[in-house]
């Protein structure tokens, strides 16, 4: 079986920049404090590794793999690697930097739940307008919703932006990811099926009740 090299690490090699976006729900583990889901990073080749500063993150070749981490001193051509939370992984040279990170675009700001379910109760609206659903589908994008307010009332105010567990989705990224993809559909027109938008809303109301119930019942499995 052919292995596909990392793309970023492709691009680096080629004295390419790499542009890419944290996905949500993703683990990021000893880096947490420096990064978060949804930024969009730049990663640029580094071509004169005197314009490394201490606080930049890097992009390095550590041990067999490969990481993003922080230059936290410098002492003659050699970088002491660290993580957001201060544990030093070790000195490494400048030739076991690929990249540095040259651009951090802030994700679009995330409404409350609540007015995320207002926002999607609109798109399907919409969505049904743009569709000429009849009334059964209508009624189905309805207790959608209903569903999606029951799970977050139980869920409550203060867990709706956490994450259940490790690499599980909060309910807040669950809803953003759901409006973005009907909002998207409603404004302009499309020839994919309203079922494909009620099996994925009830998709997300399976999800809203997994996370309901890992956390009220977790500690039962």
Known sequence: MVKHKDPLVAALEEGFSFTYTIPDGGDLASMRAALKHGQTLTV????DASQIKRGDIVFLKWRD???LHLVADIQD???LIVNSLGKENGWVSAKDILGWVTQIVEPEPRPEVPELLDRLEEAYQSLAGSLQVDEEAQARLSAILADLRWYAARIGQKRWSLQP???RWSLEQRLWHLLRR???AGAAPSTTPVTFFIDRG?????QAADI???FEY???E
């Open 44 to 47: 640029s080749p580094v071509s």
């Open 65 to 67: 793999s490969y990481i």
């Open 77 to 79: 051509e050699r970088f």
């Open 165 to 167: 567990r490790k690499n």
């Open 182 to 184: 009907v909002k998207s």
């Open 202 to 206: 009830k998709e997300c109301v399976g």
């Open 212 to 214: 309901c119930t890992l």
């Open 218 to 220: 977790g500690e039962l």
